[in-house]
């Protein structure tokens, strides 16, 4: 079972090592970053951070296009994640990251959650995620209030 995730990313180098980071420990087949023409060092910390790795892909557009007609970010993730043909592609963005050392086995149970939730008949799952920029007392307090945090994972229909 193969696993692709796309990260749009604009203006968040604080947080591209720890993205990058979590996304080895996490184990995902194929990553795609896709700067959205960041005005600050996302771009250079992305390329410097996902060099080593193969199954790390970084896109650039020049401009930010949020407010334009040019393109959705997160469905040019989803496309560019499409071409590895994963089983499964999931969305995040660069400051959200899963908390795969919660999970007794690793990286094998998210794997065997989908294969599961897969077989059952879900295409669409959503994970619980960690905001690197919110606060334990901020994530307790959403926490409290019935505020949900998750990352989106769709099943692969090629």
Not at 42 to 65: C, G, I, Q
Request: aromatic share 14%.
């Amino acid at each position: 079972m193969k696993i692709a995730v796309g990260i749009p990313v604009y203006n968040e180098e604080m947080f591209v090592k720890q993205s990058v980071q979590n996304c080895i420990d996490v184990g995902y087949d194929y990553v795609v970053y896709l700067d959205d023409g960041s005005t600050d060092h996302s771009y250079e910390l992305l390329l410097e951070a996902t060099k080593p790795y193969a199954h790390m892909k970084v896109l650039h557009r020049d401009e930010n296009t949020v407010y334009t007609a040019t393109g959705n970010r997160w469905q040019i993730c989803a496309e560019e994640c499409r071409k590895y043909n994963p089983d499964w592609i999931m969305s995040r963005a660069t400051d959200e990251c899963l908390p795969f050392n919660c999970f007794k086995d690793g990286r094998d149970l998210l794997r065997k959650k989908l294969q599961l939730l897969g077989g059952l008949g879900y295409n669409y799952i959503d994970f619980d995620y960690v905001d690197l920029w919110r606060s334990k007392l901020w994530y307790r307090v959403d926490g409290f209030w019935g505020t949900r945090h998750a990352v989106s994972c769709w099943k692969n229909k090629v």
